[in-house]
């Protein structure tokens, strides 16, 4: 008696779409909603009704300046053709956790399998990549000088490159 799983999002898909806001990895409302398969209005929806399984930690709503910087994410607001009129709210790991309590459809359930699946695997590669950094400074201490270029290469191949993103749109 196996399960039916009801959806598969390939995970690169899932971890495009996570984003870095006030140091929190987390999920537009737009994306999830793709994600599901449902408006963003209706997910927004079921959420506002269960407001109190959402404190801010969970999910908050992005300030101008934020939704500014990431313009790109999601359709701009135009009140004759439809679009985003409303700031949007983000969810962090817990956030799309509650979500599943929320959303009780058999696709919102395994969409939330997999995104939890992704966040644990990311959170095992930064934990990775700490610990493979931590190992180098402690090799680097126990061996003399002669090696010091070899680890000044290693630190330099594992440093994350960080690139500006660049900017979409009309530019004055």
Known sequence: MGRKVTAFVPSGIIENKILLVRGKKVLLDSSLAQLYGVPTKSLNLAVR???????????????REETGSLRFQFETSNRRRGGRRYLPYVFTQEGVAMLSSVLNSERAIAVNIQIMRVFVKLREFMATHRNLARKVEELEKKYDAQFSGVFEAIRRLMKEEEKPKAKFGFHP
């Open 49 to 63: 009704r269960n407001i109190t399984r959402f404190p801010q930690d969970f999910m908050f709503r992005l300030t």
